[in-house]
């Protein structure tokens, strides 16, 4: 109906070429990053601000694998596909119990000099964990699946789903800056399918935008969504308030603006993501 296409059109207006986009920062930097492979997009989403690709395959010299934290020796690194503020993003491989399968291993160095700290990475690591706490729903295939988290004095690791996809920014801006009406429902309803997955797990993304959702290509048939640095927790079966962790202000809430600016302190954190969905 017209009503439903205007609405889809609000809906992934942010999507247009035409349309502002985050300033890059901390947690809003994609804008530095023009174009991406599929590998990339997902270094680029994991690994935080300033992430590049010079020297990690995609020119440049190649660096060393770091040495993981122990408890890690089923899993070897191949290459780097990016690295960022908030850490490096490698393509390594699983080889026990006889499987061979990709992984994308977020390293991230510990000391006073780095802006993530070992707090960070476990916070993350639990909100992964939680998404997948339990029995599993379907939803649960467009969402990361933490494999093994560990860390030392020096390091913490992230092992990864690994998923080959591009921004959907990205996606959109191939398609001349707008989806087709067919398309925006479908992904639509996978972003909100994953939401409603984690939602029920307890969990809020907190930074909800099309840089954090990957999709497939070249047909966008699935999509993941990623990054969850930014994410609370909270308890389903309550009130789900949650406090501010952060986010991408063009893409916030209008309550998440509020807690950080000595408003409100705390928000239903799915009510936020549904409203960053859309």
């Known amino acids: 109906s017209a ?62 694998p770091p040495e993981l934290p122990p408890g890690l020796e089923d899993y070897t690194l191949e290459r780097p596909l990016g690295k960022g503020m908030f850490g490096a993003v490698w393509l390594g491989r699983h080889s026990g119990m006889g499987l061979s399968r990709p992984v994308a291993v977020k390293v991230c160095a510990l000391d006073d000099e780095e802006e993530t700290s070992a707090a960070d990475v476990a916070h993350e690591a639990e909100m992964l964990a939680r998404l997948f706490s339990g029995a599993d729903v379907p939803a649960s ?12 004095a020096l390091r913490a690791a992230l092992v990864l789903q690994y998923f080959e ?13 707008l989806l087709s009406e067919v398309e925006a429902r479908r992904l639509t309803a996978l972003l909100l399918e994953a939401l409603a ?35 609370s927790a909270f308890d389903p079966e309550a009130a789900p308030r949650v406090a501010e962790r952060g986010g991408t202000p063009n893409f916030m809430a209008p309550e998440r603006h509020l807690a950080g600016g000595g408003g409100a302190q705390h928000f239903d954190g799915r009510a936020s993501d549904v409203w960053s969905a859309g």
Not at 28 to 37: C, D, L, N, V, Y
Not at 200 to 228: C, I, Q, W, Y
């Open 141 to 152: 295939r467009l969402l990361p699946r933490l494999f093994a988290y560990q860390t030392d």
């Open 165 to 177: 996809g591009v921004e959907l920014r990205e996606h959109a801006s191939a398609a001349g800056g």
């Open 197 to 231: 997955h984690a939602h029920r797990k307890g969990v809020a993304h907190g930074d909800v935008k099309p840089e954090n959702v990957l999709v497939t290509v070249p047909d966008a048939a699935s999509l993941m969504l990623v990054d969850f640095g930014s994410a």
């Open 3 to 64: 009503s439903a296409s205007q609405t889809l059109r609000h809906v992934f207006a942010p999507l247009s070429s035409n349309s502002p986009r985050p300033p890059p920062s901390k947690k809003s930097w994609s804008a530095r990053i023009q174009k991406k492979s599929p590998r990339q997009a997902l270094a680029a989403a994991l690994c935080g601000a300033n992430a590049h690709f010079g020297g990690f395959g995609f020119g440049g010299a190649a660096s060393e």
